[in-house]
Each structure stands twice: as C-alpha cells, then as structure tokens.
C-alpha cells in the first residue's frame, strides 16, 4: 500500500473512491492512520469480550462505554486530534490486558486481541487498514458493518449520556465487530451479518429516543428564533442534550446567552429546555458553513461531536471540545458518563467577548417528533384519505459541501403542494427555510429532529402502515429520497433495511465502499438506488403529475 492514507468511510471521500493523500475533511495521513488502528484494537477487545460473553462471564460498562466511545471517536469530523485517539488506544490495550486474564484459549483468538502494543505504531497501523482486506467484496461488507456500527456507537454513547444502556446492543456491537476480523465469513454471512446490524439499529435508536425523551419530554411544535440577542453568547454544535443541559444550568443568570447551531437546533423542541429564558434560539445553518458563521458569532463554540471543520486561525481559540470531539490546540473539556463537567473557563471567555453578529431574523418551525405527529394522526389521515396529501417525502440524512447537494433544495421547490416533506438530520438545511406553506394547517417541511431521531420516521411509517390497514409498509404513500453524508447515516439505512422498506434513494452519490457486487445486492434486493434531476425525478415519482 503506497498511499499516504486510505479513508473512504464519508460521501465526500476524494473523487467518490478514497482519500488518499489527505482527507476531503481535512484529516491527516498520521491522524487516519491512528484511527485505523484504534478501530482494530477496539475490534480486538470486542473479540475478548465477545469470547468472555460466550464462557458466560459479564462485561463491565465500563469497557462498553469505552468501545463505544472508541469508535465514536473514529466517526467522520469528529477526532483531528492524535494524541487524543493514542491515549485511547493505550486504555484500550490496557483494558484488553486485564481481560485476556479471564480466557482460557487466547489461542484460538485473532491478532487484534492478541497485540500488546509492541512495537512502531505507525507501521502497525499500515498492515490493519481498510485495505488489510483482499478481497474487494469482503473488504466492503466488512466496512459497511463497521461504519454501521460507528453509526450505532453514536447513539449509544448519547444515551449512556443519559445514564440509558441496553446490554443485548452492546453485546451485538462488540460481536459484530469481532466478527469483522473473522476470517472464515463467507460475503453470504457477512450480507446477513449487515442485516442483523440494522435490527440492532433499530433497537439503539429506540434507546437514544427512551433517553432523551425521558430526560427531556417529548419534542412538541416549537417556533425556534433564528436571530440574535444583545448579550455575548456560547454556541454549542455536534448533537449531545446532556452537554447543552449543563451549560445551560451552569449558565444561568451569568448574562450570558446559549444558542444551538446545526444538529443542535432540535433541542429547542424539547420541554424541559424552555425554562431557560436565556436559551436565545438557532444561529446559522448546516455544520459546513462554520468557518464563516463561527467568525460572525464572536463568542465562543462548544463541538459536543461532530462535525468539526478544521478551524480558521480566527476563531481556534474560541473553539472548545468535550466527549468523543478533539481538535489539536483547542481546549477539551473532560468529564465521563454520569459527571458534571466544568464550563467555567467557556462562559468566562464569552463574557469578554461581543455579542453575535445577525446573520437572519425570523423563527422556523419544529418539533414533529413521533408523539407530536401521532397526536396529529387524525388529521393527517384525513388528509391523505381527503386527497389533500398526496405522498409524504421522506428527506431525512446530512448536509455537505459538494454543489450536488443543491438537488436537494431544487428538490423540495419542485415537490408537488399536495406533498409533506418528513425530515431529520441537518439535510433540512437544504429547504427548512424556504416558505413551502401547509396543507390544511400541516407545515409541508415536518421536522422530527437529529439524524439520531431519524427513528421518529420510521415509528410514524409504522403507525401509518398500522392506521390504513396496509400488511407492507412500502404500500404506504411515502418516497424515501435520502442524503448520506457520514456513519450515522449508514446506520439509518440499514435500520431501514431491516424494517422492510425498499426503493430507497441515496445521494448524492453511492457509498464508495460498496464494491459492484454488494451494490448489485442492494440494488437487487432491496432497490436501493441513486439519485438523477430533479426533473428525472419528479417524473419517476410522481409520473405525468408532477
């Protein structure tokens, strides 16, 4: 392997094959290299763990919250920072040690489990990469999987943030990891592999929606401001409630105010974050845009996840980190599962700073999580058995940079007016803004949240198969045209996957990592497909009627 690096885990990878050189994300050679082999020792400890599950012993949570964050840590623009991805490499070894001392043939296990961190990392992690693996159909399902449980291990880790675990979805990620090393599955295992890591996709993010709705209430229609005040301010992005909670009480009558960014903005739609008057509203767009918008806000910024943008010299140092986020030369600050962390050198810092520049004014409107969109069921079964709805547009997933993504917007301006576009992740930065109406008083752009509440859209798909008496849920009136950008989408998908839908749209390009065959698999099995025009799609869609 001559290349610098090999990445090809987002929708932006270089030329839609692989980052080679750099990362598109700006991620560096040593950096991805780092990475890749925390991925493979955190697959190693999972091998550990998984053998100690089958001779029937328990597994603490600790160690699953520490692979769980482990590859959190490796998800797309979350973690720049090298020695930050080390020191977890070096507890990951170190848990591993302790463990081995509970298995009786580590013979019988693989390498990952084995290494003891022995000799030149960066030569290591060169023979462990994705390109360890031969075999190009192998090789893809093998990262399919993994990327899945990227996706999966995010969720996760922000309901462990709500003190929420769930044993059966830890146990499967760490066997499914294993699993990923074995060199005896065959591709047909590794399909139904991908498969079983959609129905734990599923059940992980029934678990993140149990967290935060318990924590929180239920998401209810909200008006969210998009201006500013006339106080400095934090602006907090990535997508953890429980980091944004303890700013906001650690904030409370310093004169400083707290504004959500990108993912952030669905935490507006929750109950209990209304009490807080000084919780201003939403400031800027999707998290590409940062370099420019984090300039104008003048304060500083919490990334409690991804998606960082490499930073301008302009605002580094106003730019903090906690959790899975790192960024060489920002501060981080620390603070575990079920702790109070420290944001006391953050609102310090915004006191010396001057308010936020306005970038906008006006409000947009939230908060079409499942409970808010059932309680509207009969309205909106009326409406669809009315005529009056046509076809509900899923649109859910990521924003990017590439230009491609402006199909998105075109998209939702050419929609039919009797069409309800359903939406979760930041891709609703695309159209949330634009003035689509409503049909009957039902907004035309409904917003359930984070891509992490993108499991909002498939309980309301459920109860709408449910409600119309239909026994297939792609009977149901409902077009899934979706934007991937990184590994929680993934996930998404293969949850889809596994409840049965098909003739799902995935742009604005297919995954790089699906060799010709498995997409021959998906496309053959499940109709996954790519996107066209707009105008080619309108008429795919909605025929002559468009």
């Known amino acids: 392997m001559n290349e610098a690096m090999f990445c090809y885990q987002c929708q932006e990878t270089a030329g839609c094959k692989g980052c080679t050189r750099v990362g598109v994300c700006g991620k560096q050679p040593d950096v991805a290299a780092m990475q890749d082999l925390l991925v493979w020792v955190t697959k190693g400890l999972s091998a550990v763990t998984t053998a100690l599950r089958a001779a029937g012993q328990s597994v603490s949570a600790d160690v ?21 991805i080390e020191a ?35 030569a290591k992690a060169r023979t462990v990469g994705v390109l360890s693996t031969g075999n190009e159909d192998i090789r893809s399902l093998r990262e399919l999987i993994t990327y899945g449980l990227k996706g999966l291990s995010a969720y996760s880790k922000h309901a462990n943030a709500l003190l929420q675990d769930d044993a059966e979805v830890d146990a499967f990620l760490q066997r499914a990891l294993a699993a990923t090393l074995d060199d005896s599955l065959t591709a047909d295992d590794l399909v139904a592999l991908t498969l079983e890591t959609g129905k734990y996709g599923v059940a992980g993010m029934a678990l993140l929606d149990k967290a935060n709705t318990t924590a929180y209430g239920n998401p209810e229609i909200t008006r969210v401001n998009i201006g500013v005040g006339t106080n400095p301010g934090i602006l907090v992005s990535g997508h953890d409630l429980r980091d944004l909670e303890m700013l906001l009480e650690q904030t409370a009558g310093t004169g400083v105010d707290v504004y959500t960014h990108s993912e952030m903005l669905p935490a507006h739609y929750y109950p209990a974050f209304k009490k807080y008057p000084h919780f201003v509203g939403n400031y800027g767009n999707a998290w590409w845009k940062q370099k420019e918008e984090f300039e104008s806000f003048h304060g500083p910024i919490l990334m409690t996840t991804n998606c960082i943008v490499p930073p301008k010299d302009s ?99 050419a929609l039919p007016g009797d069409t309800v576009i359903l939406t979760a992740g930041c891709a609703k930065y695309k159209y949330n803004k634009l003035d ?5 008083g039902i907004p035309r752009v409904l917003d359930a949240g984070q891509c992490n509440d993108s499991y909002s859209l498939a309980v309301i ?76 799609d309108m008429k795919l869609f909605f025929g002559d009627n468009a």
């Open 315 to 413: 605002y580094k140092d106003r730019l903090y980190t906690t959790g899975a986020a790192g960024y060489p030369g920002c501060v981080h600050i620390p603070g575990g599962i079920g702790e109070t962390k420290d944001f006391s050198t953050l609102i310090e810092h915004a006191k010396r700073c001057a308010p936020p520049a306005e970038l906008e004014t006006g409000e947009i409107v939230g908060g079409f999580a499942h409970a808010q969109v059932l309680a509207l069921a009969d309205k909106i079964v009326e409406a669809v058995q009315s005529g009056a709805i046509r076809k509900f547009v899923v649109m859910a997933g990521c924003d990017g940079r590439a230009k491609s993504r402006e199909y998105y917007t075109e998209f939702a301006k």
């Open 88 to 122: 977890r490499i070096t507890a990951t070894l170190d848990a591993k040690r302790e463990l081995l001392a509970g298995v009786t043939d580590t013979a019988a296990l693989p390498e990952a489990a084995r290494w003891d961190g022995e000799g030149d990392w960066m």
């Open 436 to 440: 689509l109406g409503d049909i009957g």
């Open 461 to 536: 798909a459920l109860k709408l198969k449910e409600v119309f008496g239909l026994e297939d849920i792609n009977d149901l009136p409902i077009i899934y045209n979706i934007a991937w950008y990184e590994q929680k989408a993934v996930i998404v998908l293969l949850a889809l996957l596994y409840l049965g839908v098909r003739n799902i749209h995935l742009g604005p390009t297919l995954p790089a990592f699906l060799s010709p065959n498995v997409a021959k698999v998906l496309v053959e099995n499940f109709g996954i497909a790519g996107i066209g025009t707009v105008e080619e």
């Open 64 to 84: 699953n919250h520490l692979i769980t964050l482990n590859l959190f840590t490796t998800i797309t623009n979350a973690n720049f920072d090298r020695a930050d």
